[in-house]
């Protein structure tokens, strides 16, 4: 099945200021997640993110605050039991997830989201943990737990679809 920018949501989990330096690859994950909510802006793409007790773990990157249409603030590492779906946007069943931790929060949310009967992709290489290990083992799980497990350029050429579609040379020079 592919992706449909009509019907995505992108969610963005825990890119946080204080928590992105333990991350294993940090700044690369930091760096995907901003290229996937560019992209995201210029597909007129809802993006979301969450931000896991925000005033102990500080607020997410100021790159991701800029691009996100609202931040929810979570104390569970599952962000639905703090209300996510609720600013989900009518009509949009496929959620493309990324951030962290990969074993934790984001992997909790993905599941969680595919059991309400969301269709569920995850960008692995715009997810991160702290340890490799982890974040691997979390990918295979999602994996065959139903979620599908792509990476930032897929999720850019399908929702384009086209190299005629017109941000398709903008979107281009992000990802190459």
Known sequence: MLMKSDQSTLLL????????PVITHGQDVVNRCVTLATI????????????QLPE????NVEAIKELCHHTLAKSHFDACPDGLVEYLPEGRQHI????CETH???????????DA??????VADATGSRNEFDRDVALD??????????????????????????????VQKLIK
């Open 56 to 59: 102990k773990l500080g607020p």
């Open 117 to 122: 009967g969301f269709k569920v992709w995850v």
């Open 96 to 99: 493309i997830i990324a951030g």
């Open 104 to 114: 934790v929060c984001m992997m909790q949310t993905a599941l969680s989201l595919f």
């Open 141 to 170: 799980r999602l994996s065959e737990s139903g979620a599908r497990v792509v990476t930032t350029e897929m999720v850019a050429f399908e929702w384009l679809r086209h190299c005629k579609h017109p941000t398709f040379r903008d």
């Open 13 to 20: 989990i825990d890119v946080q200021e204080k928590l992105m």
């Open 40 to 51: 995201a802006g210029l597909l007129d793409i809802p993006v979301l993110a969450t931000e």
